[in-house]
């Protein structure tokens, strides 16, 4: 069966979807986007990611493509039409089609995009046995709490560290301090058993896993502190991991050439996982 992806008002076949050159997505990365996760055919933390991309366009004075009760439904349909019981559903909008001028153009009509597609198998193994990461100086712009597509940084940290035989690149910021990964959160457990990541400020994505881990964390009586922490700390810590929609609790084995718990996933990570599937399995049942 063929895809389908939504985009502007059709259902199409996932080959014949496409949107105009003029557009501002494409011309200056003049757009936000989603990604939520599909467990059993239920989409979890789906409010939190829709909240998240309401925050996102009035960050940047763009108004939803639709009411969000369409936007819904039109996901599900999304859903229903690509048969994806586990996997991701991707949205983005972006400013809309317009004469390529910098300011923001008037009475603009934005572009919305809906895909969904399957896991990636290799992210079960993943959290199985855990990944290697590497470190990156951070030159990202400073309003990373905005999801935009503007990625490009992004994107090479990625490229640094496939090429370096990692999973995940940590950005770096000039004072030595880990601010995220390019595509996750970043955890480390101290030698007295803190759960420690950064806070939520303009710095880092504010991740929708990331704060039901650690809501999942406190409830276990797991002590959390949200603070920056340096490469150093890192390197020495007990254990590692990520967190995203896309790699849930990843544990993080390596960074650089320094082996971490030993070069094996720590209990407290492993518990993690099993206290999330859990909070997973309970939205689940809600349904």
């Known amino acids: 069966m063929s ?72 996901v599900r349909e999304v859903i229903r039409r690509n048969r994806v019981k586990n996997g991701i559903v991707y949205v983005q909008v972006n400013r809309g089609i317009a004469v390529r001028d910098h300011p923001f153009p008037k009475n603009a009509v934005p572009t919305l995009v809906i895909t969904s597609r399957r896991s990636n198998p290799a992210a079960a193994a993943a959290q199985a046995k855990g990944v290697a990461v590497i470190s990156v100086p951070d030159i990202r712009w400073k309003r990373c709490d905005i999801k935009t597509i503007g990625l490009l940084p992004n994107v090479l940290a990625r490229q640094a560290a496939r090429e370096a035989g990692a999973v995940e690149a940590w950005m770096v910021s000039p004072d030595g301090l880990v601010t995220e990964g390019a595509a996750t959160n970043a955890w480390i457990v101290t030698e007295d058993n803190k759960l420690i990541t950064r806070g939520t400020d303009t710095s ?77 399995a309970r939205q689940g049942a809600a349904a």
């Open 204 to 280: 880092i994505l504010w991740g929708i896993t990331r704060g039901s881990v650690a809501a999942v964390a406190r409830k276990a009586g797991v002590k959390l502190v949200e603070r920056p922490f340096s490469l150093a700390e890192a390197k020495k810590a007990r254990e590692a991991f990520i967190t995203s929609t896309t790699s849930f609790v990843t544990p993080v084995v390596k960074i650089d050439r320094t082996k971490i718990g030993g070069g094996k996933p720590g209990p407290l990570t492993r518990k993690l996982q099993d206290w999330y599937r859990t909070y997973l």
């Open 3 to 74: 895809r389908i992806a939504y985009v502007n008002g059709r259902y199409l076949p996932y080959r014949e979807a496409e949107v105009h050159i003029d557009d501002r997505g494409y011309q200056f990365s003049d757009g936000v986007y989603e990604v939520v996760g599909l467990v059993n055919g239920r989409l979890f933390d789906e409010e939190p990611h829709w909240d998240r991309l309401n925050r996102s366009l009035k960050e940047l004075s763009m108004p939803w493509p639709m009411s969000r009760a369409a936007f819904r439904l039109v």
